[in-house]
């Protein structure tokens, strides 16, 4: 309450549904491509709106920290809804 984040805080992993595979992050710029430097990095934009970033390679276990907050997978369906994850208790 009374926090917000604001699109440019955030940093959206795309992962490829079935393999987990990374496919690069959610681009939030209001075009693709724009023509900003970040645009020139080879294969950013070749699926619209998913941004590359210079010399980043996943670790193989890029998901593990998260999967205790999986809500749902393409190749499975329904998890776990998000009222069974903990909550942060105000103080």
């Known amino acids: 309450m009374g926090i917000s984040v604001v699109g440019h805080q955030l940093d959206i992993f795309l992962i490829a549904p079935g393999s987990d595979r990374y496919l690069g992050r ?5 075009r693709c491509p724009k ?6 990095v080879p294969g950013c934009g070749a699926i619209p709106f ?11 276990d890029l998901l593990a920290p998260a999967e205790y907050a999986m809500l749902y997978r393409h ?5 776990r809804s998000a009222l069974d994850l903990p909550t942060v208790e105000q103080h």
């Open 26 to 30: 959610l681009c939030s710029f209001s």
């Open 75 to 79: 190749d499975t369906g329904r998890l």
């Open 35 to 40: 023509g900003k430097p970040q645009c020139f």
């Open 50 to 60: 998913n941004k590359r970033v210079v010399e980043f390679t996943p670790h193989t």
